[in-house]
């Protein structure tokens, strides 16, 4: 497989500068909303603060991937005095919680750096700098896109096994 150089977009998060003042949630909302900027929704937001006010937690965490199954990790972690739980710095959307899930679909949500635009919008509005952009080049293996069919056949065989859809497309295909 060939080696291609990838521009990764990366931000940061200076987690002790949060205030909570959740206006990373507000814009990226905004920027979400169909059309652009119609309507604020933080539910619908691809950056959450976690909160923990009595015990001055501020911490903003982006939604990643879907994963379908949820993990059993449930370690906790003292940093700087205060106690989290590993579900605080996870960004999958899973079943144990509905955050980074559209609140009225209940698809998941990521994360997708406000393409289109120079920098992700949560970013140039954080007035105390909390949030980082970065980008860097990386040498990565070129990958082979599958078309939306083959995305969609892999999805299906992973929910109902190979079988299944073997047998529901040649159930099909004598139909038709």
Known sequence: MAKITKKIKTIKV???????????????????????????????????IVTRRLRDIWL????????PAECNGRDKYIIDGKEYDECTFCRATCPSRDLFKDPDSGLPLKCDMCE????PLCVEWCLNEVLIYEEREEEVDEEVLLDEMETGLEALMEKFGRDKVESAMNRMSRNG
Do not use: M
Not at 60 to 67: L, N
Not at 116 to 119: A, S, V
């Open 116 to 119: 289109g635009l120079d920098r």
């Open 60 to 67: 903003p965490v982006f939604a990643g991937e879907y994963t």
């Open 14 to 48: 200076d987690a002790d500068k949060c205030n909570g003042c959740r206006t990373c949630e507000i814009v990226c909302s905004a920027y979400h909303s169909t059309p652009e900027y119609c309507t604020v929704n933080p539910a619908a937001s691809r950056i959450h």
